[in-house]
């Protein structure tokens, strides 16, 4: 029986897929072969040594620490894709909100609540609250990934000019791009948009993509929308940038004071991806890549090691070694004695998998670089 740790509420549509015969999922487990979590941090947490993989039901993964999992021989899966449409969606509206001015006229409408003549004293009012409309201006689009490729077509739709900026550009987003999208540098995109919108993961080096530098090569009232990370962003800096006008508006999912101090904010509470339709999708993504990883040693959508897959799994046993990138593990596996029928390696990184369907059940692997051999 599998157990399942639950760091976080995770959808029932996922979890009923896992068969309950062969899995206990929990919240109160201690010793689990794998963990199903959203937004809880594990940067803190010890992991059992039966811990096999993490599925991170969404697409950033900063709240794991991914290179000790890889260390420990722990794969990290996330969902790319799957609220992809939800964080889109709330993108298009953040886009509106930089615009039109649209919360700060509610709250004040809402001010006038009880007041003789509300109807007139509103419409009376009205012109503080008047914003540009997004068609025929330029959007900037950093990161087009899963997320940044849907906001890309979907505002030129809207018949915005869309510069899109990515250095590592996948041929599967490249072709889903309108080709009206024009892909251009960095600096461009700083120098020519009038609305930026980021859809990087939070890394070293994305930390402070737009910082007080970046804010300078912009144009004058430029409007700056993230539902990515708030890291991307140097919060003083663009507090600065929003009291001097640098900056017309700044739309963001990430509370801070500073931010929210300033009235051409407007701050929600990570919304972006919360859906009923985008927290089933990645309950389901999560739970199938945990139960084909657990059950075929398959690795799919993970983010500290490479892909490996061999479909499901068959009479013979079937082993996955885990390891330092350069191991070379059909040398080690040949060394025991070991005969291969099948097969599925791969790199990424300081890390390698190497799948393969084998004549005898392995208990371990000798060799420098080996982190995890499991046989199934
Ligand atoms: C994501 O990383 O998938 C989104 O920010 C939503 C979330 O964190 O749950």
Redesign the pocket.
């Known amino acids: 029986m599998y157990q399942i740790k639950l760091f976080n509420k995770i959808s029932a549509v996922g979890t009923s897929r896992l068969d309950p015969a062969k899995y206990a999922c929990g919240e109160d487990l201690d010793n689990y072969d794998a963990i199903l979590v959203?937004?809880a941090k594990l940067h803190d947490t010890a992991f059992p040594k039966a811990c096999r993989c993490i599925a991170r039901a969404?697409?950033?993964v900063n709240n794991i620490p991914l290179d000790r999992c890889a260390e420990e021989g722990i794969v990290v899966f996330n969902t790319p894709g799957a609220?992809s449409n939800a964080?889109k969606e709330l993108v298009i509206c953040g886009l509106l909100l930089a615009s039109r001015k649209v919360v700060q006229g509610a709250q004040w409408v809402q001010s006038l609540a009880g007041s003789p003549d509300i109807g007139p004293a509103a419409e009376k009012g009205k012109a503080a609250y008047a914003g540009p409309e997004l068609m025929g201006k330029t959007l900037g689009v950093i990161g087009l990934g899963a997320i940044g490729w849907k906001v890309a077509n979907a505002a030129e739709a809207l018949g915005m000019n869309v510069l899109g900026y990515d250095p590592y550009l996948s041929d599967a987003s490249r072709a889903a791009l309108s080709p009206n999208v024009t892909v251009t540098t960095l600096d461009d995109v700083f120098a020519q948009a009038d609305y930026i919108t980021v859809h990087v993961p939070l890394l070293d080096s994305t930390r402070s993509l737009i910082c007080a530098d970046s804010l300078a090569k912009m144009k004058d009232g430029v409007r700056i929308v993230n539902f990515a990370r708030g890291e991307l962003v140097d919060t003083p800096a663009m507090a600065d940038a929003l009291a001097s006008g640098k900056a017309a508006a700044y739309v963001c999912d990430f509370a801070s004071d500073e931010i929210l101090a300033q009235p051409n904010a407007v701050v929600l509470p990570?919304l972006?991806?919360s859906t009923p339709e985008s927290e089933d999708n990645c309950a389901i993504m999560a739970c199938d890549e945990v139960s084909d990883f657990l059950e075929n040693g398959n690795i799919v959508n993970s983010v500290n090691f490479p892909a490996v897959s061999l479909g499901q799994r068959g009479g013979s046993p079937r082993v996955l070694v885990l390891a330092k990138a350069g191991t070379d593990i059909a040398a080690l596996l040949q060394k025991q004695g070991v005969s291969v029928s099948a097969k599925s390696e791969g790199s990424r990184g300081n890390y390698c998998a190497f799948l393969a369907d084998v004549d005898q059940v392995l208990p371990s692997l000798d060799g420098d670089g080996i982190l995890s051999v499991r046989t199934l």
């Open positions: 959203r937004s969404g697409a950033g609220n964080v990570h972006g991806a």
